[in-house]
């Protein structure tokens, strides 16, 4: 019997952990800065990828098939394979049979999942005390001090701090190379404030509902909408440096 498009077994607990799509673009965007949420959602059309369905029809992603789709993407990216013959590849190796587009010392599919590797793929990245900010991101107390100032990070109640604090503060030493301080940062807060402004007023209308499908419904809907300002906000971004280049 073929296998099903998501190649871990529905009843192995290594397949309960479920992803939304803006957590799978968080564990794979490391390894393949250029996917989106559109991606995503095109490999899902082209029939690469079947995530399963909340009751409300939003999208969750098993640990297999973030294993496939990391496998499909390195198929696209290493090898340059167009799409329709990634398809059938993966066709065959649902099938059990050996692509006749891989060489025989490649790796013929996505890896197995197991407990452990679904544990790490999907287990939330554990809040970073302030020690363990400074000591990965190489910032000093007063640079930390600093962020905190102007809205940059935010510990929470216990103090900790998140895997987007670490990010933040690793790009503003990068950005610091240049001469621009966190002060200079303040209109990047503001940008970040006023995008979620307007995602808050697109699910007003929505989030008065208090039931567990609206709030699934907004959740998901606001993680798109942040997703597409992103990639508007990048596509400007490209066109007007390649202006730079230009002139």
């Known amino acids: 019997m073929p296998k099903p498009k998501s190649s871990a077994d529905a009843d192995d607990p290594a397949n309960s952990h479920v992803f939304t799509i803006s957590e799978v673009l968080r564990e ?3 390894e393949f800065p250029d996917l989106t949420a559109s991606k995503l959602r095109f ?3 082209r029939d690469l990828v079947e995530p399963a369905r909340t ?16 496998f499909i993407l390195a ?8 799409l329709d013959v990634i398809k ?7 099938a059990g049979e050996q692509p006749e587009e891989l060489p025989d010392a490649a790796p ?3 890896r197995e999942v197991t407990n452990e590797m679904a544990a790490q793929i999907t287990g939330r990245i554990r809040p970073l005390s302030r020690k363990e900010l400074r000591a990965q991101s190489g910032a000093t107390r007063g640079m930390l001090d600093t962020l905190e100032k102007f809205r940059i990070i935010k510990a929470d109640g216990q103090g900790n701090y998140s895997h987007h604090d670490l990010k933040a503060v690793k790009s503003v030493r990068v950005l610091a190379r240049y001469g621009l301080e966190p002060k200079h940062l303040v209109t990047l807060r503001r940008s970040a404030d006023a995008e979620l402004d307007l995602i808050g007023r697109a699910m007003a209308p929505h989030a008065a509902r208090k039931d567990a499908a609206a709030r699934a ?17 990048s596509s400007m971004m490209d066109s007007a440096v ?4 230009k002139n």
């Open 28 to 30: 794979l965007q490391n």
């Open 43 to 45: 490999l899902e059309e």
């Open 55 to 70: 009751a409300s029809g939003y999208r969750k992603y098993s640990a297999a098939d973030v294993e496939r789709l990391r």
């Open 75 to 82: 198929l696209q990216r290493d090898r340059y394979m167009p």
């Open 88 to 94: 059938k590849t993966m066709d065959a190796l649902d």
């Open 108 to 110: 013929v599919g996505p």
């Open 217 to 233: 419904r907004v959740a998901e809907s606001s993680k798109e909408m942040l997703e597409c300002l992103k990639d508007l906000r």
């Open 242 to 245: 390649e202006q730079l280049d």
